[in-house]
């Protein structure tokens, strides 16, 4: 039996690849265990079953099925050895401490029974044993994690997939409706359907489309949020669709290949290198997602802004970059990174919200929301994470929008009410004369909100409240 999780895919899957190998009959188990682990929202929640449609359908293919069941999985995969009179069990380990825990009840509880069971390592490039500081901690700054990452040299090579499996006995299995992850009443995944194709193929095909076509420009077009310059590859990350191994040695590949595109892959990877510097934090800090790394920030003076974050959570915040993204991230999923970065600072420095709320708003609207990158991005902008930026740095949101979206093309697809504002007062339509605005169809007020606060005050706000944690 191979116990699927985040590692939907046939591909380089050590667990499934070794099952294989037995010659034996292989049983394909996933199980919806929301107590192991953070649960995941309701984006996460749309992408899995799709995913598992997709998983399910590659694995028939090769002759085998998938099964599905719900519950404790230290409870519910023994139930299921035990009635298929399962051998042994195989999975791929994830260093992370609830799902660690589990994987220890399971061994247990296999043991019992007299089934053996098997781990491999399957969801980072380098374990996290292999990268500690002499006080046997992990590290805490990301680039001399990377660099001791890159001195390990090459991760082991992607494992194939297996060209076919036998068939294990007859399982019930529940159908995938069942565990009611897509929502029904509203159904607001539209846009994701729109967005997203899940599954291994379409991670793939992705992956080899961004070496091919978007590598070359990576290090510029990055941080365009109005050009097509990211790899778009993070939620199939997250659900294990690709594995990191794969996209180092496909990125590797097509660098040796075509050495004109090194540094855009130089780059490319060292951002598949910060996920890693994320679930490495995670794994030495189980509480990431509620507890700031750096102590001094838990004195910090939050306000609980109920209209300011539903204002925030909307899109309606009158910085047009700021609500572009949030809207973005509504209706597609995702959220341009470059942006997230503006969004995530306006909400904890212009707004002084805590960034546990806008981190439990992504948690549920992203697609990508990992565990580790999610919490570990809020604690970076909001400077009481790990290699954090500075708290006094507060990124003025119409500045931004005027550098990386120029002639406010984003903001035009996002927030259409702008669409005809002229490109040097899109990023600023509080600045326009009521003639331009009258012009472009805009009242302010109206069709678009005034900035719910002032750029400048909300700065001096956000340095006044950090003087005080440093003082203490």
């Given at each position: 039996m191979v116990w699927f999780r985040d590692d939907l895919r046939l591909s380089d899957h050590p667990a499934l690849h070794a099952a294989a190998k037995t010659g034996a009959p292989v049983i394909c188990l996933c199980v919806l265990d929301d107590a192991a682990g953070r649960a995941a929202g309701g984006a996460a929640r749309w992408w899995l079953a799709q995913s598992l449609r997709a998983l399910g359908a590659?694995?028939?293919?090769?002759?085998?099925?998938?099964?599905?069941?719900?519950?404790?999985?230290?409870?519910?995969?023994?139930?299921?050895?035990?009635?298929?009179?399962?051998?042994?069990?195989?999975?791929?380990?994830?260093?992370?401490?609830?799902?660690?825990?589990?994987?220890?009840?399971?061994?247990?509880?296999?043991?019992?029974?007299?089934?053996?069971?098997?781990?491999?390592?399957?969801?980072?490039?380098?374990?996290?044993?292999?990268?500690?500081?002499?006080?046997?901690?992990?590290?805490?700054?990301?680039?001399?994690?990377?660099?001791?990452?890159?001195?390990?040299?090459?991760?082991?090579?992607?494992?194939p997939a297996p060209k076919e499996l036998r068939p294990g006995p007859k399982i019930a299995s529940d159908k995938p409706e069942s565990w009611k992850l897509e929502p029904a009443k509203p159904d607001w995944a539209g846009g994701l359907r729109e967005s997203w194709t899940p599954g291994e193929a379409s991670a793939r095909a992705r992956l080899r489309d961004f070496l091919k076509h978007t590598a070359r420009?990576?290090?510029?077009?990055?941080?365009?949020?109005?050009?097509?310059?990211?790899?778009?590859?993070?939620?199939?990350?997250?659900?294990?669709?690709?594995?990191?191994?794969?996209?180092?040695?496909?990125?590797?590949?097509?660098?040796?290949?075509?050495?004109?595109?090194?540094?855009?892959?130089?780059?490319?990877?060292?951002?598949?290198?910060?996920?890693?510097?994320?679930?490495?934090?995670?794994?030495?800090?189980?509480?990431?997602?509620?507890?700031?790394?750096?102590?001094?920030?838990?004195?910090?003076?939050?306000?609980?802004?109920?209209?300011?974050?539903?204002?925030?959570?909307?899109?309606?915040?009158?910085?047009?970059?700021?609500?572009?993204?949030?809207?973005?991230?509504?209706?597609?999923g995702v959220m341009h990174n470059r942006v997230r970065m503006v969004v995530a600072s306006f909400l904890v420095k212009h707004l002084l919200i805590d960034w546990r709320d806008g981190e439990a708003w992504f948690w549920d609207t992203l697609v990508d929301a990992d565990a580790g990158s999610n919490p570990a991005n809020w604690q970076w902008v909001a400077g009481c994470g790990a290699d954090a930026a500075p708290y006094f740095r507060v990124f003025n949101p119409t500045l931004q929008g005027e550098k990386f979206d120029p002639d406010g093309t984003y903001v035009r697809r996002w927030v259409p009410e702008l669409k005809d504002v002229p490109a040097k007062l899109i990023h600023q339509p509080w600045q326009a004369t009521p003639i331009e605005l009258g012009s472009a169809g805009v009242t302010l007020g109206k069709t678009y909100p005034q900035p719910i606060v002032d750029h400048a005050k909300g700065r001096e706000r956000a340095l006044a409240a950090y003087a005080k944690i440093r003082k203490g």
């Amino acid at each position: 039996m191979v116990w699927f999780r985040d590692d939907l895919r046939l591909s380089d899957h050590p667990a499934l690849h070794a099952a294989a190998k037995t010659g034996a009959p292989v049983i394909c188990l996933c199980v919806l265990d929301d107590a192991a682990g953070r649960a995941a929202g309701g984006a996460a929640r749309w992408w899995l079953a799709q995913s598992l449609r997709a998983l399910g359908a590659d694995i028939a293919a090769r002759g085998g099925s998938l099964v599905l069941c719900r519950g404790p999985a230290a409870r519910a995969i023994p139930e299921v050895a035990r009635e298929s009179e399962a051998g042994a069990v195989y999975w791929n380990t994830i260093a992370q401490a609830p799902h660690q825990a589990v994987e220890k009840q399971l061994e247990a509880a296999l043991a019992k029974l007299g089934v053996d069971s098997r781990s491999f390592p399957g969801d980072l490039l380098v374990p996290p044993a292999a990268i500690r500081n002499k006080e046997g901690r992990g590290l805490r700054v990301f680039t001399p994690f990377w660099r001791r990452v890159l001195l390990l040299g090459d991760p082991p090579k992607p494992l194939p997939a297996p060209k076919e499996l036998r068939p294990g006995p007859k399982i019930a299995s529940d159908k995938p409706e069942s565990w009611k992850l897509e929502p029904a009443k509203p159904d607001w995944a539209g846009g994701l359907r729109e967005s997203w194709t899940p599954g291994e193929a379409s991670a793939r095909a992705r992956l080899r489309d961004f070496l091919k076509h978007t590598a070359r420009g990576y290090v510029g077009d990055r941080d365009r949020p109005d050009r097509e310059g990211t790899s778009g590859l993070s939620a199939h990350l997250r659900f294990g669709e690709l594995s990191p191994r794969q996209v180092w040695h496909a990125a590797r590949f097509a660098a040796a290949e075509n050495p004109a595109i090194g540094s855009g892959i130089d780059k490319f990877l060292s951002e598949l290198g910060w996920r890693e510097f994320c679930r490495h934090l995670l794994h030495d800090n189980p509480n990431l997602a509620t507890e700031n790394l750096q102590t001094s920030f838990d004195d910090f003076p939050w306000k609980s802004e109920t209209k300011a974050l539903a204002a925030w959570q909307r899109g309606r915040t009158g910085y047009p970059i700021v609500d572009a993204g949030m809207r973005e991230l509504w209706h597609t999923g995702v959220m341009h990174n470059r942006v997230r970065m503006v969004v995530a600072s306006f909400l904890v420095k212009h707004l002084l919200i805590d960034w546990r709320d806008g981190e439990a708003w992504f948690w549920d609207t992203l697609v990508d929301a990992d565990a580790g990158s999610n919490p570990a991005n809020w604690q970076w902008v909001a400077g009481c994470g790990a290699d954090a930026a500075p708290y006094f740095r507060v990124f003025n949101p119409t500045l931004q929008g005027e550098k990386f979206d120029p002639d406010g093309t984003y903001v035009r697809r996002w927030v259409p009410e702008l669409k005809d504002v002229p490109a040097k007062l899109i990023h600023q339509p509080w600045q326009a004369t009521p003639i331009e605005l009258g012009s472009a169809g805009v009242t302010l007020g109206k069709t678009y909100p005034q900035p719910i606060v002032d750029h400048a005050k909300g700065r001096e706000r956000a340095l006044a409240a950090y003087a005080k944690i440093r003082k203490g």
